[in-house]
């Protein structure tokens, strides 16, 4: 893409309305904007990097065995009042609104109850077992507060599975993979490090559920953490009962800021009782199918991977999520510069690598303020001084200092 | 995809709450489950048809510098205020919801205004003009009544695309273009003989917008057409006058039934007054931006795909927007039958041909009932008879006899 064509524009300012970095600097480069708080429409940049996360997230649901759909917005009374889940006193973020014939209806905060009805209509023998189904849906939210930016919305994008299985076995088969697999994706986000399987609040349906909390300052929960033994309790659940019950000592464990990533939730087969969700098994019995939902917040982790790596200069893109691999700028408007830079974008785009080049016609201090603001991961410079030293200016955005390389050197380091 | 593992199950029965036939075909082939009247959600074949027509669209937008990105389905009573379309009285079809603390919000039926309104921050010089972007966003829309199965939903997905010009001849340019780019686009999806530009009302806006209608009897319009001068007339607008303007005929034209898939709007400076979205020229001048709007029903489109291609025994999908190119087919349990469809199958998936291989152990008619009601374009068997004969049996979908081929034959036949 030349810059020039990029409708989207930097901003020196930032935003009044938001205390969180994170939307502070999506919005300033224009990945984002807010439409209120806790609602964010997602800019070309900032889609490109949801939709990167979006594929790392589906290969590796994928390679589970999970299956791809899309469930609706609009979700009906009758499904989610046999859970009891309809009544706003006992879910208080319902939005709701009403068809033209006054029957009420939901937006979907969460599609649990919606999915298993629908994998009612599919599933009934232990031959359909297990079946594993996921999606990118958008949940709406009524948050009293939404103050963390894209960390906490209103309206956010969310990927949800779920495991259906003939017993507790398989569910706890499919269980474990699926934590294996989170570990790959958020060690492909580059926060495989940083990123903690967490023993959380099993809420109604087992003593404890996972969630995957990385370490991150701007965070809303708190962790105590073993970084030896890679696991960490959820500052909710930390007694000195489940200290013990986890083997662990309180002493060895330090509490962190984090924010959570994703979650999973054995849901046993309570929520089947209550949906009468059954299958028969080879006897010819009626079962209950043992059901688990597996959550990683897409456009929360875009938050979190700009809390964990932004600088002051602006943004930072781990290389497989950014919205371009290689920031390309021309300075100088000499024919012999234009032409080199031209050939250059042409060249790489031909070999598959997604170029920004910055065509516009500024000063260069302005481009470089927009390139780090932007946070694309190599930056490669054309000017009258790259050519006479024979060669191209690339910096990395987290390094200090450029170097001037030749072309067969630049497409080297950019073919990695 | 073998398909012992696909979750989803074709069905015999007609669902009873279903008149479309489109929803009925779809619901019963496992491809949508219905969530209420006009809101289905999409399963894996859905899912996949759905992907590939909007890859389709996606890169016929890009073609013509469309930048792609997502709106937020919330809005603010306040940015829809400025037009005067938040009043129930004036658009009757929101969905509105309240925030905890009282504030009103919609659900996005449509995301003009909210597209201006972001715009604004991002466009103020002749300099960034045109630009033109575009979304698949699902709308939500509060129809008095939906019984069209997925051609009018409740909620849907649409692609639609703004355009913003300097003056008139800038946006005619672009309104041309998008023109010829939707005609590329059904053309592609293999409707394109059957799609007319329409001439029909332009609103509040302009004397004419643009529809692109597709001969359909399921459709909810009817155009009055010109099949030699490839353009008609929605009856909504067919007067005298029209005609005469068009320089048209009465007895040129015949009535036919027709679904709208796509339509297109000359804002020309309205909607800027309103909403006071303004650029400086050249000469330092403020000035109003052209706008343009531009849809494709996305859902719809599959809709009116499956109303004009299905048969009797049931789907009938377009080789481009099919969920899978082969459906492969083992009949008998005698090892060297599975071992060769085996074999088969993981060859044509390493020439990246998508297969849906029918590896149930059920009966042959009821493979070949699925498979007819599934609607794959080309359907594969391997058999005892089939392999004494040398080969496999080959059929299309839309053909009535198989052939016995050869492997060799069969990979050239599937390459085309």
Not at 215 to 243: H, Q, W
Not at 264 to 280: A, L, R, V, W
Not at 328 to 347: D, H, P
Request: glycine fraction near 6%; hydrophobic fraction near 35%.
């Amino acid at each position: 893409m030349r810059q020039s064509q990029l409708f989207t524009k930097t901003s020196k300012n930032v935003p009044a309305d938001e205390t969180a970095r994170n939307a502070q600097l999506l919005i300033q480069a224009g990945y984002v904007h807010k439409e209120m708080a806790g609602v964010y429409s997602y800019l070309p940049l900032g889609l490109a990097v949801a939709e990167n996360i979006k594929q790392i997230v589906r290969e590796e649901m994928n390679a589970i065995g999970g299956q791809e759909l899309i469930m609706s917005s609009l979700q009906s009374r009758e499904t989610w009042e046999k859970t009891d889940r309809w009544s706003d006193e006992i879910v208080d973020i319902w939005f709701k609104s009403k068809l033209k014939n006054g029957t009420e209806v939901g937006l979907a905060w969460s599609h649990e109850e919606a999915i298993i009805q629908m994998m009612k209509n599919h599933l009934s023998s232990y031959k359909d077992l297990p079946a594993n189904v996921y999606q990118f849906q958008t949940k709406l939210r009524n948050e009293l507060r939404a103050k963390s930016g894209v960390m906490r919305g209103r309206e956010f994008v969310m990927k949800d599975m779920y495991s259906c299985s003939l017993d507790a076995d398989q569910h706890e088969d499919f269980y474990q993979k699926s934590i294996e697999a989170y570990h790959r994706v958020f060690s492909r986000l580059g926060i495989g490090e940083e990123t903690f399987l967490t023993v959380a609040s099993g809420g109604a349906f087992t003593e404890f559920s996972h969630e995957f909390q990385t370490i991150c300052e701007a965070g809303e929960d708190a962790v105590y953490l073993s970084r030896d033994k890679k696991i960490a309790v959820n500052e909710e659940v930390f007694t000195d009962e489940v200290v013990d019950k986890l083997g662990l000592k309180r002493d060895e464990l330090e509490r962190v800021k984090t924010a959570e990533v994703g979650n999973i939730f054995n849901f046993d087969t309570i929520k089947s009782k209550e949906m009468d969700f059954k299958y028969t098994n080879e006897a010819g019995e009626s079962q209950f199918v043992h059901l688990g939902s597996y959550g990683i917040g897409i456009t929360r982790l875009i938050g979190v991977l700009v809390e964990k790596f932004a600088d002051k200069k602006g943004l930072v893109w781990p290389a497989n999520i950014a919205p371009y691999q290689v920031y390309l700028a021309s300075l100088g408007i000499e024919s012999k510069i234009i032409e080199t830079a031209k050939e250059l974008y042409e060249f790489l785009q031909s070999k598959n690598i997604n170029v920004l080049y910055d065509d516009r016609d500024i000063r260069p201090g302005q481009k470089f303020a927009d390139a780090d603001l932007t946070g694309i991961p190599c930056r490669v410079v054309i000017s009258e001084k790259s050519l006479g030293k024979g060669g191209f200016e690339f910096q990395k955005r987290t390094e200090e200092n450029a170097e001037i390389i030749t072309k067969d050197e630049l497409i080297k380091r950019l073919a990695k």
